[in-house]
């Protein structure tokens, strides 16, 4: 192993080659091209073999990194993609979106003095070639199984279980509100981060999977929780969470300022070839407008990138703390500073001006003072620092709560926690209904694609074990 890897002394971190931000700036695609088969090895030769690797133990998977980047450096990518797809359902995806720095490569031992392994961008090699060469194959389980378990929500968190459970034998039907699988993969993410032809080659496989979708069925509207239950074995929920919070500001209803997901989803639309009559009518499209978009998040993220693709004026993010304590990606607002994005640092949203439509943001200076009870300094306003910024589009990102689903389920039995997040049992996953599971950001709150397929790979174990337990227990009562 020795002369193969540990090459991180003498070979340089290089990622997949970036688009140029004035290229980049034109279009949706997204932004790294794909490392080269040498080039890839030769990043994966730079891992040290740790006894104790630390990317493993902060990717929410547990991935087998160090095996894979090994085996990547030996050229048997087809066992790289055996042992990558053994632990993570969708690794190209994680691979292209997960927040590494924080994750996987932020923990990478070498990263102190030599920069980091790429471990995203060689994870997204390894099943990119998967694919490519044909090694991605549709489930077929080793026996079927008559139980069958219904999955509410198609997106990551769903669609790890449906897999799971599928490779198991159970039947599985997804149901879904959007008239497309993927959830936000397909409709929050934008093609620049996650093209959404990926996402689509595993909706195909799943179906190739004898998954069945139902689209546009939204439960608690087209059916209930209820009927779900009869008609299922078992039943996970995995809605997500979509409530936007807003902002307690004078003008905020102003025409022309409106949701950061409202925003993105008419955006991907529209890239994905749909009519969005918000979009045509300029309601949801920043050409030619002067953008101010307020949070610090991803979706802030990604709001100020589509805009800057759309052909804004300006493009502006106000954040109410500094650079350092926001809690988007580091490396993504690197990324948009390249692509011409303006921050406004420790700056909050005091007013919304104009008469018809909103013309500016008065916006005031931040102070950060003493930490909260979470150790978070606290914003405090600067008297008499404000000023007005031009905006005549105003997208709100500060984050979203989940919906009220015990109402929408009409089921007042499915407890849920202070935050409203639905309350499971985390030794079963089972919340207070009787085979009614759940996973992904309706039980942690607004997350990560990476959590969601670890509680939806979760999730299916412990359904397997409900199941398994209840037939058992069937098959004595009839004996
Ligand atoms: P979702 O992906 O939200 O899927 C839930 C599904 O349930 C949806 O398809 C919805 O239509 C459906 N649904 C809801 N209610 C019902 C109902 N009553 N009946 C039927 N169907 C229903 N994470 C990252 O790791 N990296 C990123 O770069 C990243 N960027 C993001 C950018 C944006 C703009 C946003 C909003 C989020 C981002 N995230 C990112 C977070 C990530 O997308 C989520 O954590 C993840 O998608 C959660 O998965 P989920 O399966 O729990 O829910
Ligand atoms: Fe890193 Fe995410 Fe891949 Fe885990 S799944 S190795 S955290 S990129
Ligand atoms: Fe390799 Fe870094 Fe993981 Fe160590 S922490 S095993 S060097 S990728």
């Keep these: 192993?020795?002369?193969?890897?540990?090459?991180?002394?003498?070979?340089?971190?290089?990622?997949?080659?970036?688009?140029?931000?004035?290229?980049?700036?034109?279009?949706?695609?997204?932004?790294?091209?794909?490392?080269?088969?040498?080039?890839?090895?030769?990043?994966?030769?730079?891992?040290?073999?740790?006894?104790?690797?630390?990317?493993?133990?902060?990717?929410?998977?547990?991935?087998?990194?160090?095996?894979?980047?090994?085996?990547?450096?030996?050229?048997?990518?087809?066992?790289?993609?055996?042992?990558?797809?053994?632990?993570?359902?969708?690794?190209?995806?994680?691979?292209?979106?997960?927040?590494?720095?924080?994750?996987?490569?932020?923990?990478?031992?070498?990263?102190?003095?030599?920069?980091?392994?790429?471990?995203?961008?060689?994870?997204?090699?390894?099943?990119?070639?998967?694919?490519?060469?044909?090694?991605?194959?549709?489930?077929?389980?080793?026996?079927?199984?008559?139980?069958?378990?219904?999955?509410?929500g198609a997106g990551p968190g769903g669609l790890a279980a449906a897999e799971q459970l599928r490779r198991k034998g159970y039947q599985v039907a997804v149901y879904d509100r959007y008239d497309r699988v993927g959830g936000l993969m397909i409709y929050g993410i934008p093609n620049f981060k996650l093209e959404k032809e990926i996402v689509q080659r595993r909706e195909r496989l799943l179906r190739d999977s004898s998954v069945a979708f139902n689209l546009n069925c939204e439960v608690g509207r087209d059916i209930s929780l209820a009927d779900l239950r009869n008609r299922h074995d078992a039943v996970l929920i995995a809605t997500g969470v979509y409530k936007a919070r807003d902002i307690a500001a004078p003008g905020v209803g102003l025409p022309g300022i409106a949701r950061a997901l409202d925003y993105l989803t008419a955006s991907n639309r529209e890239g994905l070839g749909d009519k969005v009559p918000d979009f045509e009518s300029g309601l949801l499209n920043a050409k030619g407008k002067n953008v101010v978009v307020i949070g610090g998040g991803d979706t802030a993220m990604d709001c100020v990138r589509t805009a800057v693709r759309q052909g804004a004026n300006s493009v502006k993010c106000l954040y109410r703390r500094d650079r350092a304590n926001m809690p988007g990606s580091q490396r993504e607002v690197k990324h948009a500073e390249e692509e011409g994005v303006e921050f406004v640092w420790l700056s909050a949203p005091q007013a919304f001006l104009g008469k018809d439509t909103v013309s500016h943001v008065r916006s005031v200076r931040i102070h950060l003072g003493m930490p909260d009870a979470s150790g978070r300094q606290m914003p405090q306003e600067i008297p008499n620092s404000h000023v007005n910024i031009d905006a005549d589009l105003v997208l709100k990102a500060l984050g979203f709560d989940p919906e009220d689903l015990p109402a929408q389920f009409a089921a007042p039995d499915l407890d849920v926690t202070g935050w409203g997040t639905l309350k499971i049992d985390w030794r079963s996953m089972m919340t207070s209904l009787d085979g009614v599971f759940a996973a992904g950001d309706i039980v942690r709150g607004a997350s990560l694609v990476v959590w969601a397929v670890r509680d939806g790979r979760d999730a299916a174990e412990r359904i397997h074990s409900y199941l398994t337990a209840k037939e058992q227990a069937l098959r004595v009562a009839a004996e």
Excluded at 22 to 44: L, M, P, V
Aim: net charge neutral; hydrophobic share 35%; aromatic share 8%.
């Design 1 to 152: 192993m020795a002369e193969r890897m540990l090459k991180f002394v003498g070979t340089p971190q290089v990622m997949p080659e970036k688009r140029p931000a004035a290229e980049r700036r034109r279009d949706f695609q997204e932004i790294y091209a794909a490392y080269a088969r040498e080039k890839a090895g030769e990043q994966a030769a730079r891992c040290s073999q740790c006894g104790v690797p630390f990317c493993q133990v902060h990717c929410p998977l547990h991935n087998n990194i160090p095996d894979w980047l090994k085996l990547t450096a030996e050229g048997r990518l087809d066992e790289a993609y055996e042992l990558s797809s053994a632990t993570n359902n969708f690794p190209e995806i994680c691979g292209r979106i997960c927040p590494q720095d924080r994750l996987c490569e932020g923990n990478c031992v070498i990263e102190k003095g030599f920069e980091s392994v790429t471990i995203g961008s060689v994870e997204k090699f390894i099943t990119d070639t998967a694919w490519e060469k044909g090694w991605v194959k549709p489930i077929q389980p080793r026996r079927e199984r008559a139980q069958s378990v219904g999955i509410v």
